[in-house]
């Protein structure tokens, strides 16, 4: 699976953004996806997941009620919903596929995209 994330770029806060994950290859619908985001400096830290038909997803404390992720797997497409973005949401999001273990570390994630950076001005 090749993946490639779209739709960062400069926010004032409270506003909203729709980053996008354009997914290569037939299997992209067996695969649970998540977003991931790392500002300069600190460690890749989960934001959200979503099961391979889209039944469960799964928030970090930080953004639940804020952002939403969906799927759509006709498009091969993942999407994170960002509202109410503050500074402290800006950092490179990064979309990933085909976990291996635990959602919510970065190692066990097989496949990742190139990322996207999201910039929230206060």
């Known amino acids: 699976v090749q993946l490639q994330a779209s739709g960062g770029g400069l926010m004032q806060a409270g506003g909203s953004l729709r980053l996008s994950c354009a997914a290569s290859g037939r299997t992209f619908g067996n695969y649970a996806m998540a977003w991931f985001r790392q500002a300069p400096g600190k460690e890749r830290d989960f934001v959200a997941a979503?099961?391979?038909?889209?039944?469960?997803?799964y928030y970090a404390d930080s953004v639940k009620g804020r952002f939403t992720i969906s799927r759509d797997n006709a498009k091969n497409a993942l999407y994170l919903q960002m509202n109410s973005l503050k500074p402290e949401d800006t950092a490179v999001y990064y979309c990933?596929?085909?976990?291996?273990?635990?959602?919510?570390?970065?190692?066990?994630?097989?496949?990742w995209g190139q990322g996207t950076l999201v910039t929230v001005s206060s």
């Open positions: 979503i099961s391979w038909n889209g039944g469960s997803t």
């Open positions: 990933a596929a085909d976990p291996g273990g635990s959602y919510y570390y970065a190692h066990s994630w097989g496949y």
